[in-house]
Structures are given as C-alpha cells and as structure tokens.
C-alpha cells in the first residue's frame, strides 16, 4: 500500500506561489499515476492536475491550467504540485492520490494522502 504524504501549504497572499509536495517514503514512485485534488469548504472535492508515472503526460483542470505545474522526480519518489499567481479561490486542502492503474482526472485513485491546507488571503 503507498503510504502518501502531503506538505507545503500554508497561508500567502493572492499573487503569491506555494510548492505542495507529495512523497511516498520508501516505494517506488514510478510505478504511480499520481493527481492532485483540493477540497474547499462546503464544497465536493474536485481534480487539479495528474501526471503519468513515467511523466510523459500531464492533465490539468481549467481553472489551474497555466498557473500550477505539476512534476515529479521518481529518484526522490516525490510529485510536486508549483502553484503560482494563487488566487483566494485557491483556498482548499489539497490531497494527492495514487494509482497504479488508473490515470485520470476522476477519483479513481487507489492511494490518498491526508491533505495539506492552502490558505490564500485577498
């Protein structure tokens, strides 16, 4: 079972970057698809990004789509999710989640972790 843990959030101002990190201590990374998911209160969880275990594809919703970047490094068994020009709709917890198997921009994911919270102030 990938065991996923979630860091990088915290509060900034609208204009500011955050980088959220993903990392699955002592698996290998490579084998996952891995997506990035936010959470904002009184609202259902929604896709963000997702990139494909060997890197070679990238989705993105509409709403991040030219101001986050998703990566990864397997060496490091680490996805990143760089976040900039964040906005106070932004707000959210993040959660990523792994699969070996599924890759999309749905919640059919195996693995989640727990979630990291981004605030973003006007």
């Known amino acids: 079972q990938a065991h996923l843990v979630e860091s990088g959030g915290g509060l900034v101002q609208a204009g500011d970057s955050l980088r959220l990190s993903c990392a699955a201590p002592?698996?290998?990374?490579?084998?996952?698809?891995v997506g990035w998911f936010r959470q904002a209160p009184g609202k259902e969880r929604e896709f963000a990004a997702a990139?494909?275990?060997?890197?070679?594809?990238?989705l993105y919703a509409d709403s991040v789509k030219g101001r986050f970047t998703i990566s990864r490094d397997n060496a490091k068994n680490t996805v990143y999710l760089q976040m900039n020009s964040l906005k106070p709709e932004d707000t959210a917890v993040y959660y990523c989640?792994?699969?070996?198997?599924?890759?999309?921009?749905?919640?059919?994911?195996?693995?989640w972790g727990q979630g990291t919270q981004v605030t973003v102030s006007s």
């Open positions: 002592g698996r290998t990374f490579g084998h996952y698809h």
């Open positions: 989640a792994a699969s070996r198997v599924y890759y999309g921009r749905n919640s059919g994911y195996d693995y």
């Open positions: 990139i494909s275990g060997n890197g070679d594809s990238i």
